[in-house]
C-alpha cells in the first residue's frame, strides 16, 4: 500500500489528536496508509535554523500535503510557515491552514502576506476552520493530490501505448503512398545501409539488394525501427507527396517514448520527475495536459492522412511487370 505523507504543524499535540486519526481514516477509506508526523516545536528559530526542528522537518521530508495550525505561539503564524516552504524552500507541496477561531482566519491568513508575492506563495494554500468543515475541506485536498498522482503517473502507459499506435499507421501511411518515389527511398535506405556500424551491417546488407525494400522495413519493427520510418516519411514530405503538420509534435512523442521507456521515474512535490543520463526533467501537470494535446493532434493528422488514401495500400503487384 502506498503512503500518503503529511508534515502537521501545530504548538499543542494534544489539542489536534482527535483531527489526526480523521485525517488518518480519509487516508486510508483512499486505499493510502497514512503516514502522518506532527511537529510541536514552535518558534522562529525552529523555523528559520537549518538545526531546527521545523525547518529540518520541512526540508527533509517527502511530503504530500501541508497542514497547519494558523494561530500558533511565540508570534509564529502560519504566513511565516508558508514563506519557508514557499521562498526559501522552493517547495509548492498544497498546504492547508485551518483555526478554532474561523471568523477572521481568512482575513488573517491574506494579510499576513506581503502584497507584492501574495500571489506567489498563496498558490496551492487551502484554509479551513476546525469541525466538519476542516474534514471535508482535507479529504477534497486529499482527492486532488491523489487524481494528480494517477494523471502524472499514467502518463507513461499512455505515451507508449499511443507511440506504438502512431508508429503502425506511419507504416500504413508509407505503406499506401511509398511507391511514387520508390527510387529514392531506395537510394535513402542504401546510403543508410553504408553508413550502420558492425554490428548491424548484416541486416542492411541483403535489404540493400532488394528491388524494393520498403516493405520488408514496415513488417521489422525489431530490426528497422521507428528512426528508419521517420527517414522514409521524411521523404515523403520533402517530395511532398504528403503533407504533415505535426512533425515536432511527433519527433517530441517518439523522444519521450524513448525517455519514458528506458530512464527511471518518481514523483516529488506532484511533479513527475524523470532521471536522464542529461539531468533530471520535471513535468508539472500543465506539462502533461500538453503532451495529451500533442497526442491528439498527431493521431488527428496521421487519421487523415490514412483517410486520404483510403486506408488501403496501392503498391502496383511487381510482379506483373
Known amino acids: 500500500m502506498s503512503k500518503f505523507r503529511i508534515l502537521w504543524i501545530d504548538d499543542q499535540k494534544t ?5 489526526v486519526r480523521s485525517v488518518e481514516r480519509i487516508i486510508e477509506t483512499l486505499g493510502y496508509e497514512a503516514d502522518i508526523q506532527l511537529i510541536d516545536d514552535i518558534s522562529a528559530e525552529s523555523l528559520s535554523s537549518k538545526n531546527g526542528t521545523l525547518n529540518k ?4 521530508r517527502d511530503v504530500d500535503l501541508f497542514i497547519i495550525d494558523y494561530n500558533l505561539k511565540n508570534d509564529l503564524f502560519g504566513g511565516d510557515v508558508v514563506e519557508e516552504i514557499r521562498w526559501n524552500n522552493d517547495i509548492y507541496t498544497d498546504i492547508v491552514f485551518y483555526s478554532s477561531v474561523p471568523a477572521s482566519l481568512i482575513d488573517a491568513v491574506q494579510k499576513s502576506f506581503e502584497s507584492e508575492s501574495s500571489m506567489q506563495y498563496f498558490d496551492g494554500v487551502y484554509i479551513a476552520p476546525l469541525g466538519d468543515e476542516f474534514t471535508e475541506k482535507i479529504r477534497s485536498v486529499i482527492v486532488k493530490i491523489i487524481k494528480s498522482w494517477y494523471n502524472v503517473h499514467s502518463i507513461r ?4 501505448s499511443k507511440a506504438s499506435k502512431f508508429e503502425q499507421m506511419i507504416s500504413t ?12 527511398l531506395k537510394n535513402d535506405v542504401t546510403e543508410k545501409g553504408d553508413n550502420v556500424c558492425n554490428n548491424t551491417i548484416a541486416k542492411w546488407s541483403s535489404l540493400k539488394k532488394e528491388s524494393d525494400p520498403i516493405p520488408k522495413i514496415l513488417n521489422d519493427p525489431i530490426n528497422f525501427n521507428w528512426k528508419v520510418k521517420e527517414m ?6 520533402s517530395e ?12 517530441n512523442i517518439f523522444s519521450l517514448r524513448n ?6 521515474m518518481h514523483l516529488r512535490e506532484g511533479v513527475l520527475v524523470l532521471s536522464t543520463r542529461k539531468g533530471e526533467e520535471k513535468f508539472d501537470e500543465n506539462d502533461i495536459d500538453e503532451i495529451r494535446a500533442k497526442l491528439t493532434r498527431i493521431e488527428d ?11 488501403q495500400v496501392i503498391i502496383p503487384d511487381l510482379h506483373d511487370k
Not at 522537518?57 to 527533509?60: C, F, L, P, T
Not at 502507459?157 to 507508449?160: A, D, F, K, M
Open 15 to 19: 489539542k489536534c489528536k482527535r483531527d
Open 57 to 60: 522537518a520541512i526540508r527533509a
Open 157 to 160: 502507459g499512455i505515451v507508449l
Open 173 to 184: 501511411i508509407i505503406n499506401i503512398n511509398y511507391y511514387q518515389c520508390l527510387d529514392k
Open 232 to 237: 522514409l516519411l521524411e521523404r515523403l514530405c
Open 240 to 251: 511532398k507527396i504528403i503533407s504533415i503538420s505535426v512533425w515536432e509534435d511527433i519527433k
Open 259 to 264: 525517455n519514458f521507456a528506458h530512464n527511471p
Open 301 to 311: 493528422d496521421l487519421q487523415r492522412l490514412i483517410d486520404i488514401g483510403g486506408g
